[in-house]
């Protein structure tokens, strides 16, 4: 057996022995031709072109994860285990920078609260997070550095991109949970669409009930200056409360070009109860005691009726595309509290107070989006119109009351503009916001809180993207506004010694940031320095000189922070790992405006969630984190840390969803801190029964995503409501 190449003209020698052989000739593109020679010489030998039909080609690539978008990051989803997480509450949870609590809130670290959208549809209701299944999700942005198309107000947006409208008809999507921190809570939804053709129509009922328990110790320190007051104080509380949430709209696809939607929703409280039931207060002076008070409270919370109503427009003219919406908010809410203090020591005493707030909102924006050379430019506008009314009474007249009405109205024009340059992308933007605020306290127009703003927030991104490689720059201005609980101007009461307040004087703080991010594969590292100019920081001071803590926001000229966060999420088969390490530097002289420490420690994070899939339907989670201690202005929160474990199976062809959980399993995330204050001192320890076992059953039939694209308007103003 022997073998043998051509030449370039073709010809070829084979040695051999036998006699006779059989030679097989071949040639890439030819039919293959077996011949018998018993001579030397085999001649000739013509091949006939041979046509070939592929069954298919598959071609296999490593996805990366993380890439680079404009102002942040996007992260695959459908096509890694994340699809099979459950809900996207819990892809979330798994995202870089991400955070999400026991309760549902979500923030993104050094960024705050984000805004978040569904297929361009802002979300209100963080119920939406858990009823939107994983495996419907596409990809998610998270944005750092959004555009000028968002409010100035916003550092942080999350996109969420599903993967598109499926066919025509009826689908139904029900879930019910249950969960008990000591005691039951749950929710039960169902949700209901209808398309043909064109149009949508969906409605969504949500009732819920929970559970919330302080197991609770707060002290403070009045440091006077004849004296030291100290008091200790037993407040475990426990509140329930249970709501009721309809929703009900349309959407209409007119043309493929022109599509138009409205929605309404409504959120009413049914109980809003709560107690602090034989608990204690205890009084020294100079350290000798002084009192022993007893102490019960009745908590009675209301909300709603809340209207919120909806409209958009979405349409294309040529090159050009055109989307609008309108937003309508009508919201009243309120809480009473009733004190009894009982004491052989001190005087005994009831104290009620109550406060009620109506809000209404109207807003709307433009964007109109066109090409422009290489590149896309977005022009537009947002208006707002709010108006907020709060009253606060104390019939024993131990704190003021106050009548508080603030007018605010804003208009704010923005341009945007995005370049691509190979593998270059450069985004600019420029946001111009008008703000005028009137206020008035009983009828009286005040001068000083009713203030005028105008203000410009240019913001700039330059990216590169190549292969596994990213990198980002960016800078943006923002502003952060009082909201309006922290505008009213009553005095709160606590207890005897201690006093919360708002603060009408309260001017918007201004922030300059400045990032960097660079990610390859699965890696990724952020880089932030963020400068807060008149800050409004949580602080604590004497009350009129008075044995009394009054804890109140206030603007300092400044205060600094720089952020990093490095995250590796490798894949190894059944064992997917990933690891978050966050740092974050504070710079702020605490004691340079009374406070007895100095309280800018560095702040480390580490996040280790890990992913064990037993099979292509079932998975378990490990999730594990600790904080060091983290000094956030006058405030030191201590060191902690939780465990949270679950189990997901999808079956009947994955119409049926089960998620069993437990939520900070070994009952070690406590917040316990202690603020530096101006003479004052407090500090509180406490467990917010967070630790649970919890199970959600999900039933899809036909489950479809809406098409329903409204975003809404005025979205940073009524996260301030």
């Known amino acids: 057996v022997a073998g043998g190449v051509s030449n370039e003209s073709g010809v070829f020698v084979v040695p051999y022995e036998p006699a006779k052989v059989i030679a097989r000739i071949s040639y890439v593109g030819y039919k293959t031709v077996y011949r018998t020679f018993s001579t030397e010489n085999a001649g000739t030998v013509q091949l006939a072109p041979d046509a070939l039909q592929l069954k298919g080609v598959t071609v296999k690539t490593v996805r990366p994860q993380y890439k680079m978008t404009r102002g942040g990051m996007t992260i695959d989803i459908e096509h890694s285990l994340l ?68 409010n100035a107000s916003v550092q942080s947006v999350i996109r969420i991109h599903t993967k598109g409208i499926k ?60 004296h030291t007051i100290y008091q200790e104080q037993l407040a475990n509380t426990d509140f329930r409360a249970s709501f009721f949430l309809p929703k009900a709209g349309f959407s209409y696809d007119i043309t493929p070009k022109h599509s138009i939607g409205a929605s309404y929703s409504l959120v009413k409280s049914i109980v809003g109860k709560g107690e602090c039931v034989n608990n204690y207060q205890k009084v020294w002076k100079d350290n000798v005691l002084t009192g022993i008070i007893q ?59 109550e406060n009620e707030r109506h809000i209404r909102m109207l807003a709307s924006k433009l964007i109109l989006s066109y090409p422009i050379g290489k590149g896309k430019a977005e022009i537009g506008t947002e208006t707002t119109n709010t108006h907020s009314h709060s009253i606060y009474n104390n019939p024993e007249k131990y704190v003021d009351a106050s009548d508080n009405t603030v007018v605010e109205k804003s208009i704010a024009p923005f341009i945007d503009y995005s370049l691509p340059l190979g593998n270059w992308t450069v985004e600019a933007g420029l946001r111009y916001e008008y703000t005028s605020a009137l206020y008035r306290s009983f009828g009286i127009k005040e001068d000083e809180p009713s203030r005028t703003y ?129 740092f974050l530097k504070p710079f ?90 101006q003479n004052v001192i407090n500090t509180k320890d406490c467990y917010n029964c967070i630790r649970r076992i919890g199970i959600t059953l999900t039933y899809n039939f036909n489950a479809k995503r809406s098409k329903y694209k409204g975003t809404g308007a005025g979205n940073a103003e009524k996260s301030r409501l």
């Open 83 to 150: 699809a099979k997480m459950g809900t996207a509450n819990d892809v979330l949870a798994q995202l870089p920078r991400v955070n999400v609590d026991a309760n549902g809130g979500v923030t993104i670290f050094s960024k705050g609260s984000p805004e978040i959208y569904i297929d361009n549809r802002l979300i209100r209701d963080k119920q939406e997070l858990t009823t939107l299944k994983s495996t419907e999700i596409k990809n998610i942005e998270i944005l750092t550095n959004p555009g000028a198309q968002y």
């Open 167 to 226: 066919a025509d008809g009826l689908s139904v999507m029900t879930a019910v949970n249950a969960k008990n921190n000591s005691k039951w809570g749950g929710f039960e939804e169902v949700n209901v669409k209808y398309r043909k053709g064109g149009l949508e129509v969906f409605t969504d009922v949500t009732s819920s009930t929970r559970y919330e328990g302080e197991r609770n110790t707060v002290s403070s320190k009045l440091l006077l200056p004849d």
């Open 295 to 353: 102490q019960n409270l009745n908590i009675d919370i209301f909300n709603g009726p809340d209207h919120t109503a909806n409209l958009y427009y979405i349409g294309k003219v040529g090159n050009m595309d055109i989307v609008f919406n309108s937003t309508g908010i009508w919201k009243k809410d309120g809480r009473r509290d009733n004190w009894t203090e009982n004491s052989d020591d001190l005087p005994s005493r009831k104290v009620n107070t």
């Open 454 to 582: 105008h203000d410009w927030f240019p913001n700039l991104s330059v990216s590169w993207n190549k292969d596994k490689w990213s990198l980002q720059m960016n800078y943006a201005k923002h502003i952060s506004r009082p909201s309006y609980r922290d505008l009213r101007s009553n005095v709160q009461y606590v207890n005897r010694f201690t006093y919360e307040a708002g603060n009408p004087y309260l001017r918007p703080t201004i922030n300059h940031c400045i990032g960097f991010s660079i990610v390859h594969s699965w890696l990724s590292l952020d880089i932030d320095y963020s400068y807060n100019k008149d800050a409004i920081v949580y602080t604590s001071r004497l009350y009129d000189g008075k044995e009394i803590a009054l804890i109140q926001n206030q603007n300092f000229h400044h205060t600094q922070s720089l952020s990093t966060s490095f995250v590796a999420s490798p894949k190894f088969g059944w064992y997917q790992p990933t690891l978050e390490i966050d």
């Open 588 to 677: 702020f002289n605490t004691r340079k405006y009374g406070s007895t420490e100095d309280l800018q420690d560095p702040f480390v994070s580490i996040k280790m969630n890990t992913k064990l899939v037993l099979s292509t339907n079932s998975f378990i989670t490990l999730d594990m984190k600790y904080n060091s201690e983290v000094c956030t202005d006058f405030v030191k929160t201590k060191a902690s840390g939780t465990v949270d474990v679950g189990y997901t199976l999808s079956f009947l062809h994955k119409a049926l969803l089960l998620n069993v959980y437990a939520i900070d399993l070994f009952k070690t995330k406590r917040d316990a801190w202690t603020q530096y204050g």
